[in-house]
């Protein structure tokens, strides 16, 4: 018998997870910062996290998506992540929670 994984909690854990990353440059997580697009979860516990940059030129263009998959995968029950770089939509400061703006005194 296979253990029932609470979906709700696993996507709570990722969260928590992508709010451990930080832009290199904007002491910003990358949730809040308005990076993250989409994530989807198969049945077999496969992530795939769509997400942007704040630029194309970005310096952590390679990295980034890197450490957010390492991160990702170590979640309990995850067996693989994925992450897709898109730029469209293009990311701008509309982007960012009311908490980062606030961090960033924008508002």
Not at 52 to 63: G, K, Y
Not at 70 to 84: F, L, M, Y
């Amino acid at each position: 018998m296979t253990e029932e994984i609470n979906t709700e909690d696993l996507g709570e854990s990722i969260v928590k997870k992508l709010k451990t990353i930080y832009d290199p440059e904007i002491p910003v997580d990358i949730y809040e910062l308005g990076l993250i697009y989409d994530v989807m979860v198969n049945t077999d516990y496969e992530v795939k996290i769509l997400m942007t940059l704040t630029s194309p030129n970005c310096p952590v263009a390679e990295s980034l998506p890197r450490e957010v998959e390492e991160k990702i995968k170590s979640i309990e029950h995850i067996k693989d992540a994925e992450v897709e770089i898109t730029f469209d939509p293009p990311w701008s400061k509309d982007l960012m929670s009311e908490e980062a703006k606030l961090e960033l005194g924008m508002l």
